[in-house]
C-alpha cells in the first residue's frame, strides 16, 4: 500500500512539473541593459503563451531594422492596461527593451510609448505602474 502512494504521488508531482518545463526561460534576454527602439509597428501578434510587437525601425547606417519584442501573455497584459487592438500597423512607437544577448534585434519589453505619449509596461510590475498619458504625467 506504501509502495502504491509512493509512486501516486511521484506520478503526481510529475504532471504538475511538466507545465512548468515547456515554458521557455528568459535567459535569452540580457536584463541589466536597456535598448529604446524608435519605429513603425508591423504587427502586433496578440496570441499565447506571449505577445509580440514586430517593429521597422532606422538603424545606425540608415537601414531600417526588423525587431521583434516579446510580451507577457494577452491576459497578463490586459490587466496593465493592453488590449488586443492597442497597437495597429503603420503605428509610431517608442520601445524600451531588454536586449537579446545574441545581439539580434529583438529583446524583452520593458515600456511602450505610444504616439500620443500614454505608457505601457509589460503588464502589471513590469514597467509603468499604471498606464499615463501625455509627457511629464
Not at 535569452?28 to 506571449?50: C, I, L, R, Y
Amino acid at each position: 500500500m506504501a509502495r502504491k502512494l509512493a509512486a501516486f504521488l511521484v506520478a503526481s508531482l510529475a504532471l504538475l512539473v511538466l507545465p512548468l518545463s515547456a515554458h521557455h526561460s528568459f535567459v535569452m534576454f540580457d536584463t541589466a541593459q536597456q535598448t529604446t527602439v524608435k519605429g513603425t509597428v508591423t504587427s502586433f501578434e496578440w496570441t499565447n503563451p506571449h505577445t509580440y510587437i514586430e517593429v521597422d525601425a532606422p538603424g545606425a547606417d540608415g537601414k531600417v531594422k526588423h525587431w521583434s519584442v516579446e510580451l507577457g501573455s494577452p491576459s497578463i497584459l490586459n490587466q496593465g492596461g493592453w488590449k488586443h487592438s492597442t497597437l495597429k500597423s503603420g503605428m509610431n512607437v517608442t520601445l524600451v527593451i531588454n536586449p537579446l544577448k545574441n545581439g539580434d534585434p529583438g529583446g524583452l519589453l520593458v515600456t511602450c510609448t505610444l504616439e500620443d505619449g500614454q505608457v505601457l509596461g509589460n503588464g502589471p510590475g513590469r514597467g509603468p505602474a499604471n498606464a499615463t498619458k501625455g509627457k511629464g504625467k
